[in-house]
């Protein structure tokens, strides 16, 4: 049988960009690729790029405190969105025009529509084309959830933060994942009197506990109300804002209301369970280590598969899948000790087990240290950093990295590659300190500060 494509991609974000780049440019298949939104995907325009730009506007605050404690004299500050946000949208624009560029230069098609499967090798357009292709890689990755609640049309999603008209003077923060807890800080950095409410006990569910714990502090040190245990029950339109009545009790008025209480796959209305596609329990694309689906033509990447929804897994995912099925060389993306970062202030970053996951699973040692870094401590500041390294007594192996400090997210890759190498407690420790640094205090913890 005679193809349109040798391959064709639905999805134009991290994941399903590379894997046509490499497929195309690489490997000299014959792609095309449908988006049905702009191109770059969550991360560049509706997640990591533009929220990590907000995170720097929202830290100048804290800096130029500290810049007075240092003999500064600091003119008074005013922080102007519009202007921000006009800057913020001709960046994504010219992300936007860099990838679809990279696209076109590798020789990939693009179709600027929404694209569904009608079967293993024939892809439907929103237009009304039908094109075929051997083998198709669904990268639609994942949309926020909102709960079912009364008035969930008064609050906004993560997609919408980026495009507010105004600051609000009040904002509550529904949810206690990264997305939650990076927007509180954000928007408290910024000026807003934020409220984060979370049903579970602590937020950053799945990191170690005791990072997790020290962030809450840190956050609610800075001015932000954390109220664990407790949800919203209903939002209402006031002719002040909108009330939000939860489960507490409480019943109080916000100018903006966030829901981010996660994220599901893109999945609806493709297709893919009618194939036999097996499909997950939120909706995810099952495959196996090779990003096959149970459909032999057709393959799955990125946050659409469930597995670990982070920019760059999707791209190595993306990768992979290309060399193995056009390039003839087998690869599987190992999704174990991958690296992760939590954009909050204070921030995070961990690799490997928490203490939690590592103590059922083997003896283990814990070697942890807090302090008030050098910078802020001579501001008077009264945050603290947190290092821990969490270690098997059998092997010496480092099992995992917890740290929560300015740049977590900078110094967590430098102690992945360790970890990533097997790193030993002792390779840790015969490695000689960049003094003075926070870092350091990676490398000079010789005692356990407990066993398990």
């Not at 206690?176 to 602590?202: D, H, P």
């Not at 205090?441 to 066993?451: D, H, S, W």
Request: aromatic fraction near 6%.
């Amino acid at each position: 049988m005679t193809f349109d494509y040798d391959l064709f991609v639905i999805g134009g974000g991290s994941g399903g960009v590379r894997a046509a780049r490499v497929a195309a440019g690489d490997w000299g298949a014959k792609v095309g690729l449908a988006e049905e939104s702009r191109m770059g995907g969550t991360c560049v325009i509706r997640g990591c790029v533009p929220k990590k730009l907000m995170v720097y506007a929202s830290g100048f605050p804290a800096a130029f405190e500290e810049a007075r404690a240092y003999g500064w004299e600091m003119w008074d500050t005013r922080f102007d969105w519009a202007a921000f946000r006009g800057r913020l949208e001709t960046e994504l624009d010219r992300l936007e025009n860099a990838y679809r560029n990279t696209l076109i230069n590798a020789g990939v098609t693009l179709h600027d529509t929404r694209a569904t499967l009608v079967d293993p090798h024939r892809v439907r357009l929103a237009t009304g084309q039908e094109v075929t292709a051997k083998h198709i890689l669904v990268a639609t990755g994942g949309r926020p959830f909102v709960p079912d609640i009364p008035g969930a049309e008064l609050a906004v999603t993560s997609n919408e933060m980026f495009h507010l008209p105004a600051l609000p003077d009040r904002a509550l923060i529904v949810g206690g994942g990264y997305v939650a807890s990076e927007f509180a800080c954000i928007l408290n950095g910024l000026g807003v009197k934020v409220t984060q409410v979370y049903r579970g006990a602590q937020i950053l569910r799945g990191f170690d506990d005791e990072a997790r714990g020290h962030v809450a502090t840190g956050m609610q040190a800075a001015g932000i109300e954390i109220r664990c245990g407790t949800d919203v029950m209903r939002l209402e339109r006031t002719s002040g804002g909108i009330r939000a009545v939860t489960t507490d009790g409480a019943d109080r008025e916000y100018d903006l209301v966030l829901s981010a209480t996660g994220r599901r796959p893109n999945t609806e209305g493709l297709g893919l369970a009618e194939l036999g596609v097996r499909l997950g329990r939120m909706g995810e694309v099952i495959v196996d280590r090779f990003s096959q689906t149970a459909v032999p033509s057709i393959h799955a990447v990125g946050d659409v598969t469930g597995r670990i929804n982070l920019t760059p897994v999707a791209i190595r995912e993306g990768h992979a899948f290309a060399d193995t099925v056009f390039g003839g060389r087998p690869t599987a993306f190992d999704h174990e000790l991958v690296a992760s970062a939590v954009f909050t202030q204070p921030e995070l970053g961990s690799v490997g087990l928490t203490e939690e996951a590592a103590r059922e699973q083997e003896p283990i040692e814990v070697y942890a240290t807090a302090f008030r870094p050098m910078r802020s401590a001579f501001a008077g500041h009264g945050d603290r950093v947190l290092m821990k390294l969490v270690v098997s007594r059998a092997t010496r192996k480092v099992l995992g990295c917890h740290i929560v400090a300015p740049e977590a997210g900078e110094l967590i890759q430098m102690a992945a590659i360790a970890i990533r190498m097997g790193a030993t407690k002792e390779d840790f420790d015969r490695t000689c300190a960049v003094h003075p640094t926070m870092a350091e205090e990676l490398v000079t913890m010789r005692k356990p500060v407990r066993t398990a």
